[in-house]
């Protein structure tokens, strides 16, 4: 069974940094783009990043290029989201999700159960 | 990049059936085969509906149907049933290498 278990939410000030952690377990770790989304409580889903199965490419939204970084660690089945200069509007829960292809972007299946961080003084 | 558009919410009674639409451009819906639906109870995940315009994933309801004409997108729910009451999102790559999700569409089975 495909298990992704997300962690590192919290809650920062405005201006910190964090990191949000998803350990993938059950398919081929290295064969399958990563993806994160977010979603304000209440609000629809916003997809932030993604990237390929080796790593080496990468994608963002508009609204955190320059501030965040996804990263993935394929020997420890570990997809990574270090979060910069957090603001407000970063507040929500985010969610990774697997691709099916060895490129991002196509569609997500499954889903974690998401972890929260709140951005607030 | 604005979100697709969906409308707000939509209703039915139990066996009937509803089409959400989901509305974009030539950049996104109109660009890609990559659109999918998603449906999310609350609390909850989202979950897999409907993948590259109209193909269903293993053991989702044939009840659930999708199609796709020019920039807009559907979902149809046929023969609807109180489990199904939840929000559906669709979703589309775009032409500049990012995902675009709807704002989502509130069913309600009355």
């Known amino acids: 069974e495909v298990q992704l278990l997300e962690s590192g939410g919290d809650l920062v000030q405005p201006g910190g940094s964090l990191r949000l952690s998803c350990v993938a377990s059950?398919?081929?770790?290295?064969?399958?783009?990563m993806n994160w989304v977010r979603q304000v409580p209440g609000k629809g889903l916003d997809w932030v990043a993604g990237i390929s199965g080796d790593g080496a490419r990468t994608y963002y939204a508009d609204s955190v290029k320059g501030r965040f970084t996804i990263s993935r660690d394929n020997s420890k089945n570990t997809l990574s989201l270090q979060m910069n200069s957090l603001r407000a509007e970063d507040t929500a829960v985010y969610y990774c999700a697997k691709d099916p292809y060895v490129s991002p972007l196509s569609w997500f299946d499954p889903w974690g159960q998401g972890t929260l961080v709140t951005v607030s003084s | 990049q604005s979100a697709l558009a969906q409308p707000a919410s939509v209703s039915g009674s139990p066996g009937q059936s509803i089409t959400i639409s989901c509305t974009g451009t030539?950049?996104?819906?109109?660009?890609?085969?990559?659109v999918s639906w998603y449906q999310q109870h609350p609390g909850k995940a989202p979950k897999l509906m409907i993948y590259?315009?109209?193909n269903r994933p293993s053991g989702i309801s044939n009840r659930f149907s999708a199609s796709k004409s020019g920039n807009t997108a559907s979902l149809t729910i046929s023969g609807l049933q109180t489990e199904d009451e939840a929000d559906y999102y669709c979703a589309s790559f775009t032409s500049s290498s990012t995902v675009i999700f709807g704002g989502g569409t509130t069913l309600t089975v009355l």
């Open positions: 030539s950049s996104d819906v109109g660009f890609s085969k990559y």
């Open positions: 590259e315009v109209d």
């Open positions: 059950g398919f081929t770790f290295i064969n399958s783009g």
